[in-house]
């Protein structure tokens, strides 16, 4: 195989392991949020109506819709690049750990978190195997430009979640649109 397809493929990979990630994330995340939410530490900057109820449906379609593009936009540097955008590679890292902080949230937890499950079967392995092969072709997964970039994720995640708040109203979690997909 050539050198350009096995970079595609993990920069497209990357969109891909995020998407059925998130399918696990956008079945379980709001029937279970509310359970994990109410037992965070007080002293975490939590919204008390996702302590009291957990993230509506809506809320989670609409955060895993503009995460989503924000992927998009990251293995779309990548295949632009060969690999070597650093918005890429910042992904690739934050999408790679992210994979671990699930892992142990259901071990602090002591039960299922969303998650959890695609980690270690999809998130993981595709974050080491694409490590791998950037490696393998003279491209540097990590360096101190892509682990800031990594790090602008926590910040990028907050402000998402704020915004669809704002979306759907200020201080609640909207309507509950029942049985629809937003």
């Known amino acids: ?108 937890a002591g039960r299922y978190t969303t998650g959890v499950v695609t980690s270690p079967l999809v998130v993981i392995p595709y974050w080491l195997w694409a490590r791998r092969v950037l490696k393998r072709h003279g491209i540097r997964p990590e360096d101190p430009k892509a682990v800031v970039t990594a790090l602008a994720v926590f910040p990028a995640l907050a402000g998402i979640h704020a915004l669809v708040r704002k979306i759907l109203g200020e201080g609640s979690l909207g309507p509950e649109i029942s049985g629809m997909a937003v």
């Open 1 to 108: 195989m050539k050198r350009n397809n096995r970079i595609r493929r993990v920069c497209v990979g990357l969109f891909a392991a995020w998407a059925l990630h998130d399918a696990e994330e956008y079945l379980t995340m709001a029937p279970t949020s509310r359970e994990v939410f109410s037992g965070l530490p007080e002293q975490l900057p939590i919204p008390e109506e996702f302590r009291e109820r957990g993230i509506s449906q809506v809320h989670v379609n609409l955060a895993m819709s503009a995460m989503g593009a924000v992927v998009a936009a990251s293995a779309a540097s990548g295949v632009r690049s060969g690999g070597r955008s650093t918005l890429f590679r910042g992904g690739l890292l934050a999408f790679g750990l992210h994979g671990f902080t699930h892992i142990a949230s259901c071990l602090v």
